[in-house]
């Protein structure tokens, strides 16, 4: 009986947990960088005008940020510290994953859940 009770109230929790959230994840690998390498964030929204968001950190060749999650239509960008190029992508509300390619930044994307 307890162990019917801990599984109901396990799966009850898990269920309540698994509900929408009002932030999305941003998750990427970035290769052949170094440790300690910022990967910076940019939103441009009505204004035109690029706002840092974030600046991330590569930890083992990945990098991970939470985002709320907008109404509005944007596009954001992310640079590579000490890399002469954006990789452009629009945040859709959902998970997002980028990989990053030092050697070929412009081969590098952004791609939805």
């Known amino acids: ?11 009850t929790l898990l ?15 970035a290769k ?13 929204k009505d204004s035109n005008q690029p706002k840092a968001i974030d600046t991330l950190s590569i ?16 596009v ?9 190029a954006n990789i452009v992508y629009f945040p859709e509300n959902e998970d997002l994953k980028a990989t990053l390619y030092k050697d070929s930044i412009g081969s590098s994307f952004v791609s939805g859940g």
């Open 76 to 84: 954001n960008y992310i640079n590579v510290e000490g890399v002469q």
């Open 59 to 74: 930890t083992n060749g990945t990098f991970e940020g939470t985002y709320p999650k907008s109404d509005s239509i944007s």
């Open 32 to 44: 052949n960088f170094d440790d300690g390498t910022k990967v910076y964030v940019y939103s441009i």
């Open 1 to 11: 009986m307890r162990r019917l009770l801990a599984t109901l109230l396990t799966a």
């Open 15 to 29: 269920i309540s947990c698994a509900g929408d959230s009002n932030t999305y994840k941003l998750q990427g690998t």
